[in-house]
């Protein structure tokens, strides 16, 4: 079992920035790929950001691309969502998961969840 425990969101404006993190316990390690996603009112799960098991290779939903970076510390068992030149449309609920093995895009994939934090963009 992994569990999975998000900090960071908040209010801000448009333009601003906000750092996200993801603290793993439990059977941890760094065979484990690394997925976000976002969730808003209404609408299905979304793929945000995702990092290999290494931390060697990233991969972006078009929608944040440039604009988040997402990394990964397996010496800490950390994980973080770095959240730049923010915009109303960002406004969701914000989920880490993990799962055994590559990462994936789809939500579906994944094993292992957090929480989620709120992040609210105001224009």
């Known amino acids: 079992q992994v569990q999975l425990v998000e900090s960071g969101g908040g209010l801000v404006q448009a333009g601003g920035s906000l750092r996200l993190s993801c603290a793993a316990s439990g059977r941890t390690g760094s065979n484990f790929g690394m997925g976000w996603f976002r969730q808003a009112p209404g609408k299905e799960r979304e793929f945000v950001a995702a990092i290999s098991r290494s931390g060697s290779t990233t991969n972006y939903a078009d929608s944040v691309k440039g604009r988040f970076t997402i990394s990964r510390d397996n010496a800490k068992n950390m994980g973080s969502l770095q959240m730049n030149s923010l915009k109303p449309e960002d406004t969701a609920v914000y989920y880490c998961?993990?799962?055994?093995?590559?990462?994936?895009?789809?939500?579906?994939?994944?094993?292992?969840w957090g929480q989620g934090t709120q992040v609210t963009v105001s224009s």
């Open positions: 998961a993990v799962r055994l093995g590559s990462y994936y895009r789809s939500p579906a994939q994944y094993d292992y």
